[in-house]
């Protein structure tokens, strides 16, 4: 397959979905669809006329880690390799300025469950898991995986999940806030394109905005946060689309956001 196959990009405007196209290895990452991976979100988070990101696998799965089949190349440490193929896009998809909502269906597993996570909104189809499978292989999740865990599940839980290799289910995850949505696995994609269309409506300086104050709150001070909560907010009621959200609501009528 070329790098355009291996993953694709199709712009629903104002939404592009960006999948993960391997579906004979469930969409493990090796190093061509890695690197096809990290264009196609690139291209996305410059795209102006994209104001949503969805991040979805072929084949009935999201990821299932990395292609560990390859092997590693000669030039390169294992380090090296996280730092160079995975790291670009995992940064792409936290500080692009408009949400990527990962749809996930099968497993998310090894760096695969990293991609899932840092995606700023998850919707998993009610067959699909999370499954940080490194121990098995001798090795510790990467891709801030532990970062995230950690957070989301506090950290007894988390490294008992990941000491084990455990798995947790859609159900699971929902109830432990690992992800937004659990919906029927054939409408998965349905669903996650109408909730994309439903928030590209709303104000994009104002989205990009909270995931910045969003992300920056995670391990920020309350001083910090309130501080930078306050210039993004000068910043975004100079805006255009400010004034237009005041116009549309004493005038009882949806805004048109233009993204000024």
Known sequence: MSGRDLVTLVRQDPVAVVTINSPQTRNALGEANSAALRSALAESATDAAVRVVILTGAGGAFCAGADIREGMPDDQTLEEVI???????????????????????????????????ICDLVVMADDAYILPAFTTIG????????????????????????????????????SAGLCNRVVAADSLMDETVTWAEALAQRAPLALAATKQAMRLAMHASIDETISVEARLQGMCGASEDAAEGLRAFFAKRPPKFEGR
């Open 83 to 117: 730092n160079n193929r995975y790291r670009p896009s995992l940064d792409l998809l936290a500080t692009m300025d408009k949400p990527v909502i990962a749809a996930v269906a099968g497993p998310a597993a090894g760096i695969g469950l990293a991609f899932a996570l």
């Open 139 to 174: 090795l510790v999740p990467d891709g801030g995986a532990t970062w995230m865990l950690a957070r989301r599940l506090g950290y007894h839980r988390a490294y008992q999940l990941c000491a084990e290799a455990g798995r947790l289910t859609a159900a699971e995850c929902l």
